[in-house]
């Protein structure tokens, strides 16, 4: 198993895991699978894969371990990157597919509505981490750049809180649409306790 | 005109023998009154009530077929039936709209009963088949608005729920109407998820639910309403949202109260009784001034009452539309 991990293999099945989504968004569309209003089917589909994405990036430090297999650590980045090419694809069907670049109608339409300044405010976290993910970026920074990227966490937060207000439901209530923000909620927020437990056991952060 | 209008109630036993028996006689009565043949006609399909329009030949073509008409009276095209029929808003099947088609296709739509009860002088329990052949059948091609901001432009087909109101003579004291959709989780498996307060549930005011642009409607483009556009019987209120036009009715009370309703339960910042399409009231995430008509690729706006602020305005006169939303 380590070997695997060691190998390009782990990093080729890593990239195919991370196209497969963009395949079949590209298959759905294309066949009709999207129903008469691909743009909102596109939005929720393509926010359902970065927000997933973007899940399985935090659990990647965790796995590596609880199964003793540092070598999973080579997958962190490629999903990070990846989360955030599909959240700018996100982005683009809103703005671009749904409202044509429409910039007036856009900025009526969503420069009051809290969901979107969540969803910017993750986006721009987000670009931050991508822009400075490559190994100059990490050698320039040096123990600034993992504290940096620690800012993943609140990235995440913002995201489910865009996801929540995102959705026709009451998170006070638990009622309304909210099995999926629930589920992405709980698995997020476990992430995050592994790692402050982690970081209790032992205060001098290892790498 | 002033003529009576009487329902046939189902008693628990016998509902086909007495049906039989009503058409029967109604049969014999329009005959031995020697009315024009179409009369005779539509008296032999229902076993239900004369109604006065319906009586001494009068001129108006019921449209229960599909007229034909290609666009609303803005100029809007219809929605093809094949959109209409596969986008659907219907939380008690999937919160996904392309699913619902294939998940409610075995929903139990016949025999089925509309309850009409709470502060009326006659209330009773229905077959649907009997309201459907009571009242004068309409086309009405309406604009639909969905508060997640798509549109679509259907030929509805159905009847005036005015009609329905009027004959069960409503007691002073009703001034709103609670309507009640199927609970039947065996059916609608949507409804096994325990975050929404089953059933579904909507309500007007009684002027509303009485006004000429209300209908109750059992099918469109010419055919009976598929169970994914609400079979066998919903609302349409084509100036407000979309979830206000509750679907699969089965109950239908006159109350004094203003109902609750399904969403604004969930979220009542977010989704008012009135509920009238308004875009100059934004929902907290979607904006309503612009709307994609479903076909169309390019947005438009939204126009205040989905365009109906003519006929209903004056429903609103002197209300801050903001507060009551």
Known sequence: ?207 | MSKQIKLPKIRSSEITPESIYLSRRRFFKTAALGAAGAVVLAACRSNAITLPTLEGGSTATPASEYSGNLTDELGRSLTTESDITSFNNYYEFSTNKNGVDELSRNLVTRPWQVEVTGLVHQPGTFDVDDLIASFPPEERVYRMRCVEGWSMVIPWQGFQLSKLVDAVEPMTSASFIRFVALDDPTQMPGQKSSYYPWPYEEGLRLDEARHDLTLLSTGLYGKSLTPQNGAPIRLVVPWKYGYKSIKAIVRIEFVDKQPTTFWNTIAPDEYGFYSNVNPAVDHPRWSQQTERIIGIPSRIATLPFNGYSEQVQNLYTGMDLEVNH
């Open chain 1, 1 to 207: 198993m380590t070997r695997f991990f060691r190998s390009a293999w782990f990093m080729v099945f890593v990239l195919i895991g991370c196209l497969i989504p963009f395949i079949f968004l590209g298959i759905d569309y294309f066949s009709g699978q999207m129903g008469p209003n691909p743009a909102q089917a596109l939005e929720i589909r393509t926010g359902r894969i970065a927000i997933s994405l973007l899940t399985a990036t935090l659990a990647i430090s965790p796995l590596a371990r609880l199964f003793k297999q540092p070598a999973i650590l080579q997958a962190r980045r490629p999903l990070g990157l990846a989360t955030i090419i599909y959240v700018l694809l996100h982005i683009l069907v809103l703005v671009g597919f749904d409202y044509g670049f429409d910039l007036p109608i856009l900025i009526v339409s969503f420069l009051d509505k809290p969901f979107i300044w969540f969803g910017v405010i993750t986006v721009l976290i987000l670009v931050g981490l991508a822009v400075t993910s490559f190994d100059w970026w990490k050698r320039k920074l040096g123990g600034g750049w993992k504290r940096l990227h620690n800012l993943i966490y609140l990235a995440a937060i913002l995201d489910l809180a865009h996801y929540f207000l995102a959705v026709k439901g009451n998170l006070l209530t638990l009622s309304g649409n909210i099995g999926r923000p629930v589920f992405f909620g709980f698995v997020i927020l476990f992430l995050l306790a592994v790692r402050l437990l982690k970081r209790i056991q032992s205060p001098t952060p290892r790498s």
